[in-house]
């Protein structure tokens, strides 16, 4: 089954402890990107990678990471994380950034005490 | 820089038509579409049209696109209890991103 899978689902952590959401698709998609969901927000992209070893900020990417080593795999990196990043987090992906719609994993819904 | 615009809220009656607005800025917009949010899961594309079509009707689910005004509609006829959920609108230019309105959330009173 075509997917974009995300893991943790639910993650609690503390300020300062450094954490990775992982994603995964298995479509051999080129383009992958995280967004965060806020109330009244909508969805904000953090970072986007048009390719392996290809990454580029979004419009949120402040306290961020990325790493794109293999095509299926895109890693969100909190370094030193804050509560202003307790959020619901989306991985996507899609064929290209032609216009093809973009496929989300589940979401990762995080909280920074 | 690029904006869509959403209403917040949006309730109708079981079996009536639902209609759910959105307007952009971006006046290079290719791709305009319709993404459905169900509570804990992720988006997914309900439907999208092309800046130069007029309207594409798919099922129950008819959308409008008045290129001139920017202005994206969907209407869902026959509205059911399952059609519940955020419906969010987004646009793209076909080159680097697409951004997403705030989302509608759509409530069906019985």
């Known amino acids: 089954e075509a997917q974009v899978t995300q893991n943790p689902r639910y993650l609690i952590t503390v300020t300062g402890k450094k954490l990775t959401v992982t994603c995964s698709q298995n479509m051999n998609h080129e383009y992958m990107s995280w967004y965060r969901q806020d109330p009244g927000l909508g969805l904000r992209q953090i970072y986007y990678s048009m390719n392996v070893e290809v990454t580029d900020k979004g419009d949120v990417p402040e306290g961020y990471k990325v790493s794109r080593k293999e095509k299926r795999n895109f890693p969100l990196i909190l370094e030193s994380p804050s509560p202003n990043q307790t959020s619901l987090y989306f991985c996507?992906?899609?064929?290209?950034?032609?216009?093809?719609?973009?496929?989300f994993g589940n979401g990762t819904r995080l909280t920074v005490t | 820089g690029e904006d869509v615009e959403q209403s917040l809220f949006l309730s109708v009656r079981e079996g009536d038509s639902s209609v759910i607005n959105c307007t952009y800025t971006d006046s290079s917009s290719t791709y305009l579409y319709w993404y459905k949010q169900e509570p804990g899961a992720g988006l997914q594309l309900l439907t999208y049209?092309?800046?130069?079509?007029d309207m594409k009707q798919d099922q129950r689910l008819t959308v409008l696109l008045n290129k001139k005004d920017k202005h994206l509609s969907l209407r869902i006829a026959d509205t059911q209890t399952g059609d519940s959920a955020i419906y969010f609108c987004?646009?793209?230019?076909?080159?680097?991103?697409?951004?997403f309105g705030s989302g509608t959330r759509l409530s069906i009173r019985p």
């Open positions: 987004a646009e793209s230019d076909g080159a680097s991103k697409i951004i």
């Open positions: 049209i092309f800046s130069n079509m």
């Open positions: 996507a992906s899609t064929r290209s950034q032609g216009g093809s719609p973009l496929h």
